[in-house]
Structures are given as structure tokens and as C-alpha cells.
């Protein structure tokens, strides 16, 4: 009996501490979804900041443009192009008269007439850029026999069957329909033989094709130490010229490997000129072009049409708890690989919330997450355990790195989701987020990281088509599925 007497309060204590738990779960319920809320709306108040400040910077840009215009020179137009991928029409430039420059809305970041001035108006001046340029215009082509075909997802219903007649996944083709002008060629820094390879295509572009050429301002310092006879190079000086190079420049050049490429689309923060990767570096995934024909390399693109690919990028809000309002979120961060969230210095598991649109995904707990773009499916997404995916695939890559759990495995999303990751209140440590390897920035509890698909994807060059490039990378890169072929004694006797 006293027995039984003792055991009664701890019975009912342990019936105390389940209704507090249950309490607590449900506190903590409540708690994700008003953080939930706050970062939906966060995220889609930074939206619309970000389109303001846009169409804000283009009326500006285009005020100034008109005030400095000369009297009697006042048709300078804006035309408005057909959105790729629509239905029924084709995406074609159209060129207007000798006497109208054009400017693009910079939709999808691949199609683009625009008004740029290069050099000083001074016409005693001895930069030879002084007046109104076009940039070159030009056309994408769906059809992998050239045929310059628009091709689009086209359904039928007959008879309640639903059929894809055809897709839209070709290989696209770009097609100049005026001459480029302006060549920017970034390069690997530190490295003599890029050095003096891009001192010989300057000159090559400038004295056989009569090319304007912009480098970084580091690469021209060189040249003009090298020799004066560079002086004809141009660059820019601060953060604002970089901005409106897309409006300038009709083709980029990189020499340098993936790494310079992913450099290369990360100074355009919107729209992105047709690139031109050569390889200099190790494995070379997105160069596919060798250096030493790129006489004949450049002379076939400027030529064109060329094959190309559309690498997508993925764009990343980074929300604080801390925020007020949407004017302390963090501006928007583009990638062309991979984010990735990981628990930095701390012992602790890295412990993520994981949410795709209005949906909970899952719950991360490991070293951290690595969110890639279909490009990046053969870097750190592929180390961490994720497949390989033509860079031609719209998708989101939904990698974990070391897990701590049996069952989870890797995802591919599709591309129109938008993805939030936050670190949840009761998490025991901080993370860290890295953007293409670089920009780390540190995640405390109650901040969220969204991201979504980018509307400008970066044009790359291909050496044959986008397929062709992509397999050869990851058999010669990778050595993929490399094995000594079994011998055969001929055929087998049959009884």
C-alpha cells in the first residue's frame, strides 16, 4: 500500500509533463507559421521594391539619355519585343531605320536593342566612341536541324487524351541580324599565359575586326604597362558603370575556367550578353572552346548563328528576423551554381526548416543543404551525393550534405517553385550561407533564406550544341562511368 501511495504523484507528474510538451509543440506550431507568414511577405515586399527601383533606374537612364541629346535629334524610340517562349509568335528583333536607336525592355536578358554612348563627346577628343551606337541585335531559334523553328509545348485534348505534340526543350540557336560591336574579355588573374594571350586577341579584335573592347581595369593597367598602344582599351571606374555594361557590351569573352565564369555572370546582376567561355583552367565544365583556335573560334561566332545555352540562375532574399520592414531586407543575390547553407564553425548539426511555396518540405538536420541550379548539378551538388543534370533542364536541385538520417535523398524541383529555408527558434547554432562559393553570410535564428528561379539566364556558347558539350565535359571532366570493356572468347557452343 505505501508503496503504490509513493507511486501516485509520480504518475501524475508524468501526465503534467506530457500536456506541457504538447503545449509546447503547439506554442512552436504557431510560431513557424507567423514566421512563415512574415517571411512570405517579406520576400514579396523586396519583390516589388526591386521592380520599383528598376523601372525607376530606367526612366532616369532614359531622361538622361534624352537631355543630352543634340537639338533636332529627338527619335530615339523604345521598342517593345515579344516575350521568348510566347505561343504563336515568334521572338524576332525587329531592326529599325539607320535614323532611331532602340532599347530593349531586357526581358529574359538574351534579347536586347540598346542605346549606349561610348566615350566623351568633346570632338576634340581622341576616343574614337564619341556618338550614338546600337547594340547588336539578334534572334533565338528553337529546332535542332536549324531550321529556325520556334518550337512550344503544344497539347491536344482530342478524344479526352492529353498529348504533347511538341516541346519546347530544342537546341536553341542565335542568330546575329547586325554585326556585334563591343567585346568585353574578362580573365584568369595571376596568370602570365592568360596575360599574354588576351594582350594578342585585343589586338587581333581590334585590328582584324574592327571590335570596341572593354576589359576589367586591372587588365588594362597591364596592357598599358605592357605597351601605350593599348590606350584605344576601355573600362569602367566604379560599381554604377558596371551595372549598365549590359547595355554596352554585345559579347563576352572569359579566359580562365568555370571560375571565371561564374565571375563573368556575376557582374551582370540582370540581363547577361552571349558568352564566350575558352578554357584555361582544369576541368572545364562550362568552357568548352580551346585557346589556341580562338581565331577561328571568334571568327565563326561573329559570324554566327551559333548554339547556345541557357544556364538559369537562381536568385536568393536573404530576410532577417530583425527586419522591420522590406527595407531592411538584404538585396537580392544572384547564382549561376549553387547556395549553399552549412553550420560553419560550429559542432552543432545544422537544423533547417524547409519549405517550397506554401508547402513544408523537411526538416535538415546535418552538415547543411545545397540548393543548385541544373549548371551547377556537376559541382558541390554531385560531391554531397546529387545527380547529374543537363544544364538545358529547368530545375532546383535539392541536395543535402551528410545527412543525419538513412531515408533522405536528394530532390529535383521544378523551376517555377520558390523555396525558403529558415533557421527555426529552437535551433542550437547559427548557419551560414555561400553564394557560388562566395559572399557568406551568417543565418541566426528566426532568419530565412528565399529562393527562386532568376528571369535573366547567362547565354553560354557551345562548341557543337548544348548536349554534345555537356557530355563531353563529364566524360573527359569526370571520367564518367570509365571501365575496361569485357573480353569475348566468341560465341557460346549450344547444346
Not at 43 to 71: D, G, T
Request: aromatic share 8%.
Amino acid at each position: 500500500m505505501s508503496e503504490f501511495l509513493l507511486q501516485q504523484p509520480s504518475k501524475g507528474v508524468d501526465e503534467h509533463l506530457i500536456e506541457f510538451s504538447e503545449a509546447l509543440r503547439t506554442v512552436a506550431k504557431a510560431l513557424r507559421r507567423v514566421a512563415e507568414g512574415k517571411a512570405s511577405a517579406q520576400a514579396e515586399a523586396a519583390e516589388w521594391k526591386r521592380k520599383y527601383e528598376l523601372e525607376r533606374a530606367r526612366n532616369l537612364q532614359r531622361e538622361n539619355i534624352v537631355a543630352e541629346l543634340p537639338s533636332g535629334d529627338d527619335n530615339i524610340n523604345c521598342c517593345e519585343h515579344e516575350r521568348i517562349g510566347n505561343v504563336h509568335n515568334e521572338s524576332v528583333l525587329q531592326t529599325r531605320s539607320n535614323e532611331q536607336s532602340e532599347k530593349c525592355c531586357g526581358k529574359h536578358g538574351i534579347c536586347s536593342h540598346e542605346v549606349l554612348r561610348d566615350g566623351d563627346r568633346d570632338p576634340g577628343s581622341k576616343i574614337l566612341h564619341d556618338k550614338y551606337m546600337r547594340k547588336a541585335s539578334f534572334r533565338l531559334c528553337w529546332g535542332c536541324n536549324g531550321s529556325g523553328q520556334h518550337k512550344h509545348d503544344i497539347v491536344s485534348f482530342e478524344r479526352g487524351n492529353i498529348t504533347t505534340a511538341e516541346r519546347s526543350s530544342k537546341q536553341i540557336s542565335l542568330k546575329w541580324e547586325s554585326p556585334p560591336q563591343t567585346v568585353l574579355i574578362l580573365t584568369k588573374p595571376n596568370s602570365i599565359s592568360v596575360r599574354h594571350l588576351c594582350a594578342e586577341m585585343v589586338r587581333w579584335l581590334k585590328d582584324q575586326k574592327k571590335i570596341n573592347v572593354f576589359v576589367e581595369p586591372r587588365v588594362r593597367t597591364e596592357l598599358l604597362t605592357e605597351s601605350s598602344n593599348f590606350n584605344f582599351v576601355q573600362s569602367w571606374e566604379d560599381e554604377k558603370e558596371i551595372l549598365l555594361l549590359h547595355t554596352k557590351v554585345d559579347l563576352v569573352v572569359t579566359l580562365g575556367g568555370d571560375g571565371t565564369v561564374l565571375w563573368a555572370a556575376s557582374m551582370f546582376k540582370g540581363p547577361v550578353p552571349p558568352l564566350v567561355p575558352f578554357s584555361l583552367g582544369s576541368l572545364g565544365f562550362m568552357t568548352p572552346f580551346q585557346s589556341e583556335h580562338y581565331h577561328e573560334c571568334l571568327d565563326s561566332i561573329l559570324r554566327g548563328p551559333i548554339s547556345i545555352t541557357l544556364r538559369h540562375r537562381l536568385q536568393c532574399h536573404v530576410i532577417r528576423d530583425a527586419a522591420k520592414d522590406e527595407l531592411e531586407t538584404d538585396e537580392p543575390i544572384l547564382v549561376l551554381n549553387e547556395v549553399t547553407i552549412d553550420r560553419g564553425i560550429s559542432s552543432y548539426l545544422t537544423f533547417l526548416e524547409c519549405y517550397c511555396d506554401s508547402s513544408f518540405v523537411t526538416s535538415v538536420q546535418g552538415d547543411g543543404l545545397i540548393l543548385s541550379t541544373t549548371s551547377g548539378s556537376t559541382a558541390y551538388s554531385l560531391a554531397a551525393g546529387g545527380s547529374m543534370v543537363h544544364p538545358q533542364v529547368p530545375g532546383i536541385l535539392f541536395t543535402p550534405i551528410c545527412p543525419h538520417s538513412l531515408s533522405f535523398r536528394p530532390l529535383i524541383l521544378p523551376e517555377y517553385v520558390t523555396l525558403r529555408v529558415q533557421v527555426p527558434f529552437n535551433s542550437r547554432g547559427h548557419a551560414w550561407a555561400s553564394f557560388d562559393g562566395k559572399d557568406r553570410k551568417e543565418l541566426s535564428a528566426g532568419d530565412a533564406l528565399v529562393i527562386s528561379m532568376a528571369p535573366w539566364p547567362v547565354p553560354t556558347a557551345c562548341q557543337v550544341d548544348s548536349t554534345n558539350d555537356f557530355l563531353r565535359s563529364i566524360h573527359e571532366g569526370l571520367h564518367w562511368n570509365l571501365r575496361k570493356t569485357q573480353s569475348f572468347d566468341g560465341p557460346r557452343e549450344t547444346l
